[in-house]
């Protein structure tokens, strides 16, 4: 029995979740239904007559369809309009491809356009690189800027959606990004057009004729319905800023979010420093929100061989990336300081690691207690006594100033709960000199540490030079920093990477940090760093940045994870300044973030007992 003429044989559309791809047929269809969802992807059937297939996967097996010889195919408008444009850029990007291995650099957009392609209404300077980036993206349909921080990747969006708004092609833009990039996009804004564009925050102002909406990647899932509605009714651009936020994909909240309002955006653009801080997984899934199905698959192949300059090459034509080199930044070279453990501290660590002296065989079950997950070997690098509760969860040590003489009566447990009266954290101690030392030359500090406990012990070591504080918690955020800023008399501030790696520019006050630990996020790292080296510094700035390790400890494996991410970043971006970072240079002493590799790394750690004089 055969289906009415009339009836479709299949039917393709997009899932609730705008990140898979639905078929449906009829029974008269089901045994090549089955085939060619097999072809597809595997395991997407759900049924004799329905199959869900992962957007990318439907997209990379495209060409399967053509095996389908019944007549009648439906296509949702929204899918038939994403295929065809991501067939489009695959043109575009393989004749720039083909352009870069023959030396070219021609492009649908010459950087000398750009003025004449963004209107009137658009009234601020652009640097030559920001036009090269903005001639690069208006030359694809949709595109990823890769740019260092302090290049203007604001303005460079700004001006693709402003070329965009002229053409009539986009006429509404929606902004991903973290709490701290609103103040700049807000301020960029007023400055590049003769009229500020009329803005909305989500979850403050609620204007429903605005042309620019911003939201920060927590509120994206539950703003999603919405944001929808908005973005269907008028052509419109999507912009994710610090996208490596989204680098899970799917698999993550803030990425299945992204996915899902990617197809709605007639124009797409992705903007981060650090696009791959783990490896090729995470440009997989940025590019993916970029060019869905194409992104992916040419990032795989590109890697897959393992020559990463061929991958660059490869890569090259996918992004526009300014470096800290063309911005002409004054050179800098972050050195680590490696410090040696004091023998409590050392017998503690190694006790946490599983190797107990006979001392610690008589606290085994207080110290197994503490455990020994990745975080706490971290936090023990610094100081075990960070382990303990406290009165308080973020009780501050208290330090004995000179220390006690430990009692040999004592367990090893007590001497650990006891652990600031004896000894000083060898971090904390280095800290303190080179805060005092840059404070007598009139250098204001830049101090990271991860843990808010360590946090508010380096709060009160340092009372001394009137610190500013800013972590999660902190209400008065705007005030400390004023005063970081502004008041001669605090010289240090104090912070972690997760709240300030990102949004604010310290270096006209600052060029001096201090890296008290690290976790194993490289990303954070290079955005940390720029904080205090950006575009705006001085002829001859000289911007010194210190990482204090831990001999013998976590802190060594951390090392090699970052030096082997920061080396696959900067050959991927073909980026000598990055691949520096992976090489620093020793100086004497005065999750975080775990992929695979990482854990691996930190379990051969665990097993390595360190040899005792």
Known sequence: MSAPESTPSLRLGFDVT??????????????????????????????????????????????????????????????????????????????????????????????????RLLGAEWVADLTSFQQRDIARLLSLRHGANFSVPGAGKTRVALAVYAAMRERGEAQRLLVVGPKSAYETWEFESSTCFKEPLRTAMTGGSDDPLAELRIVNYERLDRSLGSLADWLRSRPSMVVLDEAHRMKLGASGAYGSACLALGPLADRRLILTGTPAPNGARDLENLLSFVWPGHGK?????????????????????????????????????????????????????????????????????????????????????????????????????????????????????????????????????????????????????????????????????????????????????????????????????????????????????????????????????????????????????????TILATRNTVDEVVKLRLDEKLEFMGRILDDPGVQQLADLHEEPAAGAGMDAADVRALLRHLDVPVARA
């Not at 007559?49 to 439907?58: G, I």
């Not at 840059?438 to 610190?467: C, D, I, M, Q």
């Not at 709240?499 to 006209?508: A, D, P």
Request: net charge negative.
């Open 18 to 115: 705008r990140t898979r791809v639905e078929l449906r047929t009829l029974p008269a269809f089901k045994g090549d239904f089955a085939q060619l969802a097999a072809r597809i992807a595997t395991g997407g059937q759900r049924g004799p007559l329905s199959a869900e297939v992962n957007l990318d996967d439907f997209l990379v097996n495209l060409s399967e369809l053509a095996t389908w010889t019944h007549a009648g195919v439906d296509w949702d408008q929204d899918l038939v309009a994403l295929v065809n444009g991501v067939l489009d850029d695959a043109d575009t990007v393989a004749r720039s491809l083909d352009n870069e291995l023959a030396g070219s650099t021609a492009y649908a957009v010459h950087p000398s356009d750009v003025a």
């Open 297 to 545: 698959r040419v990032v795989t192949e590109a890697v897959g061989g393992g020559d990463l300059a061929y991958a660059s090459s490869v890569l090259r034509p996918l992004f526009t990336r300014t470096t800290k080199h063309e911005l002409g930044l004054p050179p800098f070279e972050p050195k680590v300081r490696y410090v040696e453990m004091p023998p409590l501290h050392a017998e503690v660590y190694e006790a946490l690691k599983g190797n107990f002296s006979a001392r610690a065989e008589g606290s085994r079950g207080g110290i197994e207690a503490l455990g020994r997950a990745m975080l706490r070997l971290l936090m023990a690098a610094i100081s075990p006594a960070l382990l303990l509760e406290g009165a308080s969860q973020y009780e501050p040590l208290e330090y004995q100033l000179p220390p006690l003489e430990p009692s040999s009566s004592d367990s090893l447990f007590e001497l650990l709960q006891h652990l600031p009266s004896y000894e000083l954290s060898p971090k904390y101690q280095e800290t303190l000199q080179i805060v005092a030392d840059n404070a007598a030359h009139g250098r204001k500090t830049l101090v990271w540490t991860t843990f808010v406990r360590s946090l508010t012990t380096l709060e009160k070591l340092l009372e001394g030079y009137n610190p500013a504080v800013v972590y999660g918690g902190t209400l008065d955020r705007d005030e400390q920093l004023r005063r970081f800023r502004q008041n001669p008399d605090c010289h240090v501030l104090i912070s972690n990477p997760a709240t300030l790696g990102e949004g604010i520019s310290l270096h006209h006050v600052c060029h001096d940090a201090v890296y008290v630990d690290r976790d194993f996020m490289a990303g954070r790292f290079l955005q940390s760093l720029d904080r205090i080296h950006r575009l705006g510094l001085a002829p001859g700035t000289e911007t010194r940045v």
